[in-house]
């Protein structure tokens, strides 16, 4: 204890200082994690010459790969912290696939893509009409747009809010706006406190011919946009789903690897990262 203090006073006031900040850089430097990948198609056959990309939030590319022969691709990146972190593979013949995995200093995560095969465009099979097409472009959004997007979303309201403005307030006529909210396929059926409910929607912008309900604004401003695969509404016209609350609806798809909890909002699966193999 002696030789401690004796060292602390020779150091003196600006010694500590740099030790301090030394301490912090060196707490600060960036350490690497890693990623395996095994990419394959539905049969289970192994997908070769794939690319993928490693994402932190919307647009932050950390790494790029290609799977090989087998399937397998490898990516190395530098990280602080543990972090929430996104796989996308893309090849022509392939749907886009999405995976989200948590990976800290010195992690190896496994991650298994499954890419489904993309059906022959046929012209001429299916006649759409500008008002169907019209309808589509307003009431759908995917990934690829919200990425694509070059404004700030902060969550899955904003992406409504700024992309999709007709899911607010209906092109079609209707008088009920957004009544409904499913994540991942289960209807989230929130209480309607109505003191709050004002000033929920004024908190984020609600336009006042919107109908939103408290379900579908609290749902949205919980989900991180990124997480979202694909949203869907269906108005007060739309008869394709005979399932109570499916019209008046938002459908919400995830991708894999998020989860949805009501009063938490959408995170990444708690699964646990396979031993640590790297010094």
């Known amino acids: 204890m002696f030789g401690v203090r004796r060292t602390f006073a020779t150091l003196g006031?600006?010694?500590?200082?740099?030790?301090?900040?030394?301490l912090a850089a060196n707490a600060q430097t960036p350490q690497h994690a890693y990623l395996r990948i095994s990419a394959r198609d539905s049969t289970n056959v192994p997908i070769p010459q794939a690319e993928f990309t490693v994402t932190r939030?919307?647009?932050?590319?950390?790494?790029?790969?290609?799977?090989?022969?087998?399937?397998?691709?490898f990516a190395t990146f530098e990280v602080h912290d543990s972090l929430d972190l996104q796989v996308t593979m893309r090849k022509i013949g392939f749907a886009r696939t999405d995976h989200f995995f948590e990976a800290g200093p010195r992690d190896?995560?496994?991650?298994?893509?499954v890419a489904a095969r993309s059906a022959a465009n046929t012209l001429g099979a299916v006649k759409i009409t500008a008002k169907r097409e019209n309808q589509v472009?307003?009431?759908?959004?995917n990934a690829d747009d919200i990425a694509a997007s070059n404004q700030t979303l902060l969550d899955g309201f904003d992406v409504v809010k700024k992309m999709r403005p007709d899911m607010l307030t209906s092109h079609g006529g209707c008088a009920t706006g957004v009544q409904n909210v499913w994540v991942n396929g289960k209807r989230i059926i929130y209480p309607l406190p109505a003191n709050t409910i004002a000033a929920q929607r004024a908190r984020v912008g609600v336009p006042p011919r919107a109908r939103f309900t408290y379900a579908a604004v609290s749902v949205l401003t919980d989900i991180a946009p990124e997480h979202i695969e694909?949203?869907?509404?269906?108005?007060?016209?739309?008869?394709?789903?005979?399932?109570?609350g499916s019209r008046d609806a938002l459908f919400i798809v995830l991708k894999p690897g998020v989860v949805y909890q009501p009063g938490v909002g959408s995170y990444v699966d708690d699964t646990p990262i396979p031993a640590r193999t790297h010094p």
């Open 137 to 141: 472009t307003s009431y759908v959004i």
């Open 108 to 113: 190896t995560a496994v991650v298994m893509l």
């Open 57 to 73: 939030g919307l647009h932050d590319v950390i790494a790029r790969g290609t799977t090989d022969d087998n399937g397998l691709g």
């Open 230 to 244: 694909e949203m869907t509404y269906k108005d007060c016209f739309d008869h394709s789903m005979a399932v109570v």
């Open 13 to 22: 006031v600006a010694g500590l200082f740099s030790l301090a900040a030394a």
